[in-house]
């Protein structure tokens, strides 16, 4: 409720907040205001991603200055972010961050707002109407306090509101009877609608039909003349129950298809973002047996090798015992002879032997290397066209056959990358990163995420976080992330019409290392005692007798590596029809100093409206095609060209801010095509636009000139970011390898 002016109570608490903020030597006073002042322009306009980015640097100098008015209002911003992708459970859990830190100061217009934003959450998202009412009379006196009239109406009308929905009407009637009195003076477009949806409200519930009527009909009739649909929507619905209460149905019949009709126009837009982009349901079977086999051989050639070093031994033992039983030098020279002669067989044995294992490695390495190559090749085309289609063809948005195929190319995606990713920890090819992060955000967004495959099984993500985690800490989230996705999605999978639980509790601290013991409990089919050694086994799933659980079987062995890099190891406890609960405990380093130097690297995008120009070098049509529509729907000018020597010839004639490269294609491929551009002494940007894993190319890339390299498929928002930094890195001080 009341989003705009949830906007404009942020942006009257920065004003507010700059003449009480204590004077600091870095940041500034100035310095922390104007970027709060950006981070709330952000999301007045919906860019939510910088306004987060903004706000958490606001959050962080004004934690530096100890300035508990700019907290306060840094947490606003940030509940707010939440609060308008309808994450109102965390945009609650900020909010009352925010007025945990504003009560420590005598500002009663930021505790006011922070209150009355409390009091919309509460009433009319989550329903709770007494905890909201509280809120909002706090508000109310606190706006009395400072004399703020405008603002004493509105609370009014917010009290009046959640009381009407509840039926209490005797309780509403003092703020009801104010609203009335002072309309005439503080009447506006956000508030008019509500006005006279209450009175219609109201002379309903007294039974006047005629006074009730014409309050709904101007309610409505303003609510479709302004920008605000959520109160025409609620105009709509009260106005359909009073005319179901006078017997009109028909007239109540055409209402009700009227807010339908507003409800999905309102709500079209937070459904679509909801719309989850994890699991596809296409097989591997074969791909698996591949694999397979060549675990197999390996296995039987290890074994052989095995073999032979025994063989090898008791050679030797026979002719120690020889040596000591031969009575003559003749039979002592032959059975050397002759044991020599045994020994140099079986080293070529053992040499062929090694050469096979060695070679079967590099096939299979070989093998996983062009089979993900020649999947993610045609996926990117799938993956691009699907959402071409999506974006074009809005009414497509809810075919069932274009999400299966886009539900499948993904699911394909995710197997292959499974695939890789236990290749690389096995070679040891992993390394652990040291990222700032929040675990509290981090779990969310797998909660996020997952959500489309919870609500398959009809399940529900519950979230528990110790509050004794500090807000920041070092380490691998992207590790970290993966260990829980896997975990959790594994859950969903196996429990139906139940809850799945990820637990985070502080259970040491060791200097600066915390040591946070995560659970992911589920209330699912559980797992039996003799198959719970065989599920972090590689392509091992159990549970299949009735059902067909998509997955390649490399999840938990995924989770079992990682978190040998960490370190740790996991339990699980599980009974059958009872449900499961792992259990693993990571290490992660807390320092307030070093985070605060991460947090200052941050860049802001703050991009201008300048038009760059991209050149596109690839072979393929579909991928041109996908390409192309990516970089000018983002208002970027494209130009496309199909190999190496025409990405030349029109260098020699045009100049591009960034060239995006196809590495495998015909005649010349992009390393090649890289090192004579850079002969020819362009510097523009080149990115890697391929289809081979990142470690496979990276060396070369570099070698050749490349500055950094995405893998297809992409993530569109990735894709700009890098070009952006790129162009701007080249505008300062000239090319250089970021890959």
Not at 151 to 156: D, F, G, H, K, M
Not at 201 to 228: P, T, W
Not at 450 to 461: A, G
């Amino acid at each position: 409720m009341f989003n705009i002016r949830i906007i404009l109570s942020l942006f009257l608490m920065i004003c507010v907040a700059k003449p009480v903020i204590a004077k600091t030597e870095l940041p500034t006073e100035q310095d922390i205001t104007r970027t709060a002042d950006k981070a709330l322009k952000y999301l007045k306009e919906s860019d939510f991603e910088k306004s987060l980015i903004v706000s958490r640097i606001v959050l962080q100098q004004a934690l530096i200055a100890k300035n508990n008015n700019l907290i306060a209002v840094s947490y606003n911003i940030i509940a707010a972010n939440y609060n308008e992708f309808s994450e109102f459970d965390k945009a609650i859990f900020y909010y009352k961050k925010a007025l945990s830190f504003a009560n420590k100061t005598t500002n009663n217009i930021l505790k006011n707002r922070i209150n009355n934003n409390l009091g919309n959450m509460y009433c009319f998202e989550k329903k709770q109407y007494e905890k909201g009412i509280e809120y909002y009379k706090k508000s109310l006196d606190y706006s009395k306090k400072e004399k703020d009239s405008s603002l004493v109406y509105l609370i009014n009308l917010n009290i009046t509101w959640a009381y009407f929905d509840i039926g209490e009407f005797s309780l509403a009637l003092p703020y009801f009877k104010y609203i009335n009195e002072h309309h005439s003076n503080h009447l506006n477009e956000s508030t008019i609608v509500a006005f006279n949806l209450l009175n219609g409200m109201y002379y309903s519930h007294i039974e006047d039909k005629a006074k009730a009527a014409a309050y709904f009909i101007r309610a409505i009739k303003e609510g479709q003349a302004g920008m605000e649909k959520s109160d025409l929507l609620y105009s709509y619905l009260e106005y359909s129950k009073f005319l179901n209460k006078i017997g009109d149905h028909k007239q109540a019949y055409q209402n009700i298809i009227k807010h339908n009709a507003v409800k999905e126009n309102l709500y079209n837009e937070r459904k679509l973002k909801s719309a989850e982009k994890a699991g596809f349901n296409l097989e591997l079977d074969e791909y698996k047996r591949q694999i397979g086999k060549i675990e197999i051989e390996k296995g039987v050639q290890y074994q052989d090798l095995r073999k032979s070093r025994i063989i090898v031994l008791l050679f030797v033992l026979t002719s120690c015992i020889f040596l000591i039983l031969i009575v003559t030098l003749y039979k002592n020279v032959v059975f050397k002879k002759r044991t020599n002669a045994q020994l140099l067989f079986t080293n070529e044995e053992l040499i062929k032997a090694k050469e096979q294992a060695e070679e079967a490695s590099v096939l299979k390495t070989q093998f996983i290397s062009t089979i993900s190559h020649e999947l993610r090749t045609p996926l990117y085309g799938v993956v691009g066209i699907t959402n071409m289609l999506l974006e074009e063809h809005k009414e497509l948005a809810r075919s069932p056959h274009l999400s299966s195929l886009k539900f499948s190319a993904r699911y394909l995606l995710s197997l292959v990358n499974d695939i890789l990713q236990i290749n690389k920890i096995e070679e040891n090819k992993v390394v652990l990163e040291s990222l700032t992060f929040n675990i509290s955000d981090e779990i969310n967004m797998i909660k996020n995420s997952l959500s489309f495959l919870s609500q398959k099984n009809n399940n529900h993500i519950t979230v528990i976080i110790d509050s004794d985690i500090p807000e920041y800490l070092i380490g691998d989230k992207l590790r970290l992330a993966q260990i829980l996705m896997n975990l959790v999605s594994n859950a969903l999978k196996f429990t139906k019409k139940g809850e799945v639980f990820i637990i985070a509790n502080l259970v040491k601290v060791a200097g600066k290392a915390h040591f946070i013991e995560f659970q992911v409990k589920d209330t699912g089919m559980g797992i039996a005692v003799v198959d719970q050694d065989k599920i972090f086994e590689k392509f091992v799933q159990v549970g299949r007798n009735e059902q067909d659980y998509q997955g390649t079987g490399l999840g938990l062995t995924i989770v079992k590596r990682l978190l040998g890099l960490f370190g740790s190891s996991i339990s699980l406890e599980s009974n059958v029809g009872e449900g499961t609960t792992f259990t693993f405990t990571i290490a992660f380093e807390y320092d307030p100093e070093k985070t605060k130097s991460i947090i200052n690297e941050i860049q802001v995008d703050l991009t201008s409206n300048q038009v760059f120009r991209v050149l596109v070098v690839e072979d393929n049509r579909i991928n041109q095609l996908v390409t192309k529509k990516i970089i000018e729907k983002n208002n970027y000018s494209c130009t496309v060209v199909d190999d190496g020597f025409a990405a030349l010839e029109i260098l020699d004639t045009e100049s591009f801010d960034v060239v995006l490269m196809d590495i495998n294609m015909p005649m010349m491929n992009g390393f090649e095509t890289t090192r004579k551009i850079r002969l020819k002494g362009i510097k523009t940007p080149i990115v890697a636009l391929t289809a081979f894993d990142k470690d496979e190319i990276t060396d070369e890339a570099i070698s050749a000139g490349i500055n950094d390299i995405i893998i297809k498929p992409f993530e569109s928002v990735k894709l700009f970011k890098i070009i952006n930094c790129l162009i701007v890195e080249t505008e300062n001080v000239g090319y250089s390898a970021n890959v």
